[in-house]
């Protein structure tokens, strides 16, 4: 036994009372706790609980170290939602990708972990996460084909696992930034959020980074979510401990980082543990409105995506879904072309899938199914002379909207 204040306590209870008072933040009294317990071990005395210990104590040092950086963003509102259905409540414009079910086509036949599945703005990319062989959350991504099948679903890498599980993918429209909820080596505790960056160079995944504070805790982050047309984000945490609820809190996200300074604010752990929302917003501003404009534009961003004609990304992840989104009049009159020209390319394609279905219902030895396969064989060069007319199409409409 170890005494504390002339009370007997049992080595357990050592790391269990650290344990508690890391989740309330004490960060003092859990390295106090955690300390003694650890000379206990020390003393040659059975310590099954040894690995546990040095968990918690590399929790305990990310989170101590990241009170120096607590990034100072404003909250326009906190929403305290059922677990099940946290997912509904992220209205995403069109142009931020869609949050799908878990049992969207490509996964019904998949060990699907992720409480959605990410699609991107075109519909042609997917992420989730699921378990791999040795029953670790992996997060996995598969790009549609011009055929409108789906490749063969790939992990992304391993890195963002970093010894423990990856979950809720949510991808830039850069293509190139991914957030996701981990509770890797790298978590203060439970599962925290991490944004990784793709290398240009080699498609890999660089080294993960934890958000930090505000965002992370040592309860556990579900997911972040960002709308880059609005500015708008939301990420889903545990850490109220509602009863089969989770908290869902909408900010505005800055372009630039902004930290607080630890020296002049009076309690920064209460501003790294959201006490209070009303601390992080501007007085003068009205949030009720801001958060209208939100149902609103979501709403909108929808219906704009159902009444779109067509789906058009540019470089730097900008999409443009209406001719008069063009800037250049040579890019507007290119591009009606290409829409003309995509339309013939649609109709061929239709026209090979019916042939297709034809040929194979009829019976090879006759000479119908010589002229079908030959009327096939026609038809894909005159497919691939289109695919090759609309690449050309694509990049001259490109360069004359930047040129603009």
């Not at 007997?8 to 317990?37: I, N, Q």
Request: charge should be negative; charged fraction near 30%; glycine fraction near 6%.
């Amino acid at each position: 036994m170890v005494f504390i204040s002339g009370i007997p306590v049992a080595k357990g209870d050592l790391l269990r009372e650290g344990r508690e008072a890391f989740m309330t933040y004490d960060f003092e009294l859990a390295s106090e706790k955690y300390e003694k317990y650890a000379k206990t071990m020390r003393k040659g005395q059975n310590a099954p609980d040894e690995e546990l210990l040095e968990t918690y104590m590399r929790q305990l040092e990310i989170a101590e170290n990241s009170l120096d950086n607590v990034q100072k963003i404003e909250i326009i509102d906190r929403i305290d939602v059922p677990v099940s259905d946290f997912v509904k409540h992220i209205k995403l414009p069109a142009s931020g990708g869609k949050l799908l079910s878990p049992d969207a086509s490509i996964l019904r036949k998949r060990h699907n972990q992720s409480d959605f599945a990410y699609s991107s703005e075109s519909g042609d990319v997917m992420m989730w996460s699921e378990n791999d062989d040795d029953h670790m959350e992996v997060i996995m991504q598969s790009e549609q084909l011009m055929d409108g099948s789906w490749e063969l679903p790939v992990n992304v890498g391993t890195i963002l696992n970093e010894g423990g599980n990856a979950r809720n993918p949510f991808l830039l429209t850069d293509g190139v930034t991914l957030y996701f909820s981990g509770d890797g080596e790298g978590s203060m505790g439970g599962y925290d959020l991490f944004v990784a960056t793709k290398d240009p160079a080699t498609g890999e995944f660089r080294q993960p980074i934890g958000l930090g504070y505000p965002f992370n805790s040592p309860y556990n982050e579900y997911m972040i979510a960002i709308d880059e047309e609005y500015g708008i984000g939301w990420w889903v945490t545990d850490r109220n401990r509602l009863e089969d609820q989770v908290t869902i809190y909408v900010f505005k996200t800055n372009e630039v980082r902004k930290n607080y300074n630890p020296d002049e604010e009076d309690d920064i752990i209460s501003l790294a543990r959201i006490d209070d929302i009303s601390v992080t917003q501007d007085p003068g501003t009205d949030y009720s409105a801001i958060i209208r404009d939100i149902n609103k534009r979501s709403s909108q961003g929808k219906k704009d995506s159902d009444e779109s004609s067509f789906i058009f990304p540019m470089q730097g992840g900008k999409v443009m879904r209406r001719i008069s989104d063009f800037k250049s009049n040579s890019a507007r009159s290119n591009m009606q072309q290409y829409l003309q020209a995509l339309d013939e390319h649609k109709a061929l394609e239709n026209k090979l899938t019916d042939l297709r279905k034809r040929y194979h219902q009829t019976d090879k030895k006759k000479g119908s199914a010589t002229a079908l396969k030959n009327q096939i064989l026609e038809l894909e060069k005159q497919r691939d002379w289109q695919n090759e007319r609309l690449l050309k199409m694509r990049n001259t409409i490109i360069t004359a909207e930047t040129k603009d």
